[in-house]
């Protein structure tokens, strides 16, 4: 379903062209990628849709480290996120030697890429995957597999991963989140309880001292775009299409409501820590929406007239990337955009034949950062 989502981006023209091209177009890398070009260079910028005078810096791009005979699923989302010491981690699905495989590698400024290790032998399906850290610094993964079942990886020590098989999902969309009281939770596509009205279900699984318990949270013509996070009280919130948001209740019910009869887009879901929950709206114009604790959802600003293929992170600032098609066969430019000071700031970062999925982090310092298979980009401060 991911794929088939992605596609519908594209023109037609396009499409034809798909058949015939690689993938995507991987940026150089150098000294001449670290420096902001001209918006019709095809290089990046640091003005485009959305940019409004914030803040800014350099844009710089560079290959990461990987297998010579590793190859990435170009529709896959991968995971990334920086520890409190200021280590980007990221997992990532790929095929080692043919064989699809979870992968998961580091990054520090001063130390550059690590090589990968393989997390778990069962491999990843080629849709998303997701990564968090516990409150002890372990790193945990979750995925689903090529089998559809849910895998659920955590790392002990370097090149030491232990998996544990959940459940059997319908598809490979799997988000995951810790608590500060060590509480896992995965939020997944599932087989829909009710098949009469049903294609499939969001599913919900809670681990708690190494036993899962699972809950459907709706059952649901056509599942995808699972965002899940949690408020400042530990409670998880799940959005997922067609635009549905649900909270689960200490009983372990779920209130699921439409936020299109509420008159809220459907986009990338994120809280901070404040409880304030965000959405940028997945088509153009990426307008920000936002509901306070106990309040109602309120439309903030546009943060690019353009764009598409939306996902948001929430650390202190709001952080985003998205997409502008070209309109040719050039294909679309990748953009990273910053929420700041009451205001979002953009910064164009490359040109692709089609666009990659991308994960997003915010370094401590500030700095943003994206990773698409084999690419890291830096939005410096």
Request: hydrophobic share 40%; charged share 20%.
């Amino acid at each position: 379903m991911r794929c088939a989502s992605r596609l519908r981006s594209f023109s037609v023209v396009r499409i034809l062209v798909v058949t015939l091209a690689p993938a995507f177009v991987l940026p150089s890398c150098g000294s001449d990628r670290t420096a902001p070009r001209a918006p019709d260079s095809g290089e990046p910028s640091d003005a485009g849709p959305g940019t409004d005078g914030g803040p800014r810096g350099c844009v710089a791009s560079e290959n990461m480290a990987h297998d010579e005979d590793e190859d990435p699923w170009p529709f896959q989302r991968p995971a990334a996120m920086f520890d409190s010491a200021g280590v980007l981690h990221v997992a990532y699905g790929a095929t080692l030697a043919g064989a699809p495989v979870a992968r998961y590698t580091s990054w520090t400024a001063s130390g550059g890429w690590v090589a990968p290790e393989t997390i778990a032998p069962a491999g990843a399906s080629d849709f998303h995957i997701a990564i968090a850290l516990d409150a002890s610094g372990s790193l945990h993964v979750a995925f689903v597999s090529p089998e559809e079942r849910i895998i659920h990886a955590t790392r002990s020590s370097p090149g030491t991963w232990a998996a544990d098989d959940l459940q059997h999902a319908e598809s490979g969309e799997a988000e995951l989140a810790i608590g500060a009281d060590g509480v896992v939770h995965i939020a997944f596509e599932t087989d829909p309880v009710d098949t009469t009205r049903a294609q499939s279900s969001v599913a919900y699984a809670r681990g708690d001292g190494g036993s899962w318990t699972f809950e459907t949270v709706e059952d649901a013509w056509v599942t995808y775009d699972i965002d899940l996070d949690l408020d400042p009280d530990g409670v998880p919130h799940i959005t997922f299409f067609d635009n549905r948001h649900a909270e689960r209740a200490a009983t372990g019910t779920w209130t699921v409501e439409d936020l299109t009869a509420l008159g809220v887009p459907s986009g990338p879901h994120a809280i901070d820590t404040a409880g304030t929950e965000h959405i940028l709206s997945g088509r153009e114009p990426l307008d920000h929406w936002a509901r306070p604790r106990g309040g109602a959802w309120a439309r903030v600003e546009t943060a690019a007239e353009r764009g598409s293929e939306a996902r948001l992170r929430w650390t202190g600032d709001g952080y985003a990337t998205y997409e502008v098609d070209t309109g040719t066969l050039d294909g679309a430019d990748l953009y990273l955009a910053r929420y700041e000071g009451g205001a979002w700031s953009s910064t164009k970062i490359d040109r692709v034949f089609i666009p990659p999925e991308r994960a997003i982090a915010a370094s401590p310092a500030g700095e943003l950062h994206a990773v698409a298979p084999w690419v890291h980009y830096t939005w410096c401060r």
